[in-house]
């Protein structure tokens, strides 16, 4: 996600290099099979069938989905929206979602519907046998969802509806269980494997939609339209609708769209994008599907990324909206293509896409910003939030903390944004920028579909620089890094 942030070299000791890569053994993926509808009132029904395979080591008992939408609900203990973000986010006063779950299907027997997880975020399933890994089993879940009124990641506006996180998606198993972390306010709370899609969507025919994947048939009928969307390999599925103009272009052979409703300069947004996706092909590796979809919608916040989508929010114009496209595009390759969870390090993906922003404009001339002027942005609002803050309890510069451990989300976009991309700079001055280079597309293509750790980012410099890095990394995940002065 892309948050309103502005937007002394540690010697490193030579030495052996530790970890490689964190999953490049083939798995078979689940299946997601998604029928939903959305009515011109806001309610969304959808049949959602998961044949969930056993990628863990273990036998299952029991698979445990996420409930995002019930995040949303009045009575929400933990809120995706922060407190002082509530004003800006709903336009029209408080708005809440109603998830109704209206039937749980085991390969064709009825579960009892059971809600837990801290804040009835997750639906849990028991699976009446056991599932030996790598088998499968097929999970039929039917519901609707009452969408809230509200600018957000899920919920709609007068001017688009954001269909993040709008269906039930099965928890990663790590560690012995389900990992089922709340929708936090802070950061972006998601934690997925890569699955594949095939979703059947039909919204009021005034609506254009748009998804992750590519739409392989269209066809309206009595005022409804109708998209057959398949997408493979995805860490996530998301749908936005509204009364859009389109336009599209090429990336190598990848077809990039942009949807708008609100743009003075269409073709230059549809370009940046363009534009970033050919860079960071080139410099990370290629982007792997056939479709990357730019979306302008309303946003509280800067923008949001989803797996060949991008929400970008449309309070932002001109430069600043060119640099949250250049952002969110490049969280395809940190997020969605190498995964990591975003509760627990969050500064993984957010810190490599804020930096790799850096190094777009380092390789495009003819934006406003540069490589140069973004890192001086950075030292000097870091440093300054060092100065103010180190005295009223927010001097912890921890980057290692979980999202909802941060004291607001001013501290956390602190860490993991700005404070993240110096640290992977001072990296680069370490280890030199080739090395560096190098080491982003060894954690790439080592991580690629995967869930990386942040040792495997580490391990993946370290192969790149025959280098060891670990204590130069903690000294700034961890500690409280002083800085000495500008390189
Ligand atoms: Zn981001």
Redo the contacts with the bound molecule.
């Keep these: 996600?892309?948050k309103k942030v502005i937007a002394v070299l540690l010697s490193a000791a030579m030495g052996l290099s530790l970890t490689a890569c964190a999953s490049e053994e083939k798995k078979n993926n689940s299946v997601y099979s998604i029928t939903a509808s959305l009515s011109e009132d806001k309610v969304l029904t959808a049949e959602v069938t998961c044949k969930y395979v056993n990628n863990t080591d273990v036998p299952l008992d029991e698979v445990w989905f996420h409930l995002y939408p019930n995040a949303y609900r009045e009575g929400a203990k933990v809120c995706p929206i922060a407190d002082g973000e509530v004003s800006a986010a709903y336009p029209n006063g408080k708005s809440y979602a109603d998830l109704d779950i209206t039937s749980v299907v085991v390969n064709g027997s009825a579960r009892d519907i059971t809600l837990s997880g801290t804040d009835e975020n997750i639906l849990a399933v028991p699976l009446g046998k056991t599932l030996e890994p790598t088998d499968s089993v097929k999970i039929g879940i039917n519901y609707t969802l009452k969408l809230p009124n509200v600018s957000h990641r899920l919920g709609y506006t007068d001017k688009s509806i954001n269909l993040g996180n709008f269906y039930p998606i099965a928890c990663v198993y790590k560690d012995g269980a389900f990992v089922a972390d709340p929708y936090y306010s802070t950061g972006d709370p998601f934690f997925s494997e890569c699955a594949d899609y095939s979703v059947e969507f039909s919204a009021p025919e005034k609506l254009t939609g748009a998804f992750t994947g590519a739409v392989k048939s269209k066809s309206s009928e009595n005022g409804v339209t109708t998209y057959s969307v398949t997408a493979k390999n995805v860490r996530d599925f998301c749908a936005v609708f509204g009364e859009y103009n389109k336009m599209s272009g090429l990336a190598g052979s990848t077809i990039v769209n942009y949807y708008y409703y609100k743009d003075s300069a269409p073709e230059s947004s549809l370009n940046t994008s363009i534009d970033a996706v050919n860079t960071f092909s080139k410099l990370f590796g290629e982007y792997p599907y056939p479709e990357y979809t730019v979306v302008q919608t309303s946003f509280v916040h800067g923008g949001m990324?989803y797996p060949c989508l991008s929400m970008i929010s449309d309070k932002y114009a001109g430069d600043s909206y060119k640099d949250v496209i250049v952002?969110?595009t490049a969280?395809q390759w940190w997020y969605a293509v190498v995964g990591n969870n975003e509760v627990k390090h969050a500064w993984l993906?957010?810190a490599l896409?804020e930096y790799s922003t850096m190094m777009f404009y380092e390789n495009n001339e003819g934006y406003k910003y540069t490589f140069n002027g973004k890192r001086a942005d950075a030292l000097s609002a870091y440093t300054l939030y060092c100065e103010t803050y180190k005295d009223n309890g927010m001097g912890n510069t921890s980057m290692t903390r979980a999202v909802n451990e941060y004291e607001n989300a001013t501290e956390y976009s602190y860490m993991t944004y700005v404070k993240g991309a110096l640290m992977l700079d001072d990296v680069r001055n370490t280890v030199g920028s080739g090395a560096f280079k190098s080491g982003l597309k060894r954690y790439y293509s080592g991580n690629k579909f995967g869930i990386a750790e942040p040792q495997n980012l580490i391990g993946a410099m370290e192969k790149a620089s025959k280098r060891r890095l670990s204590a130069l990394f903690e000294s700034w995940l961890d500690g409280n890094v002083k800085l000495f002065s500008q390189h």
């Design positions: 996600m892309k990324e952002h969110e969280h993906d957010e896409a």
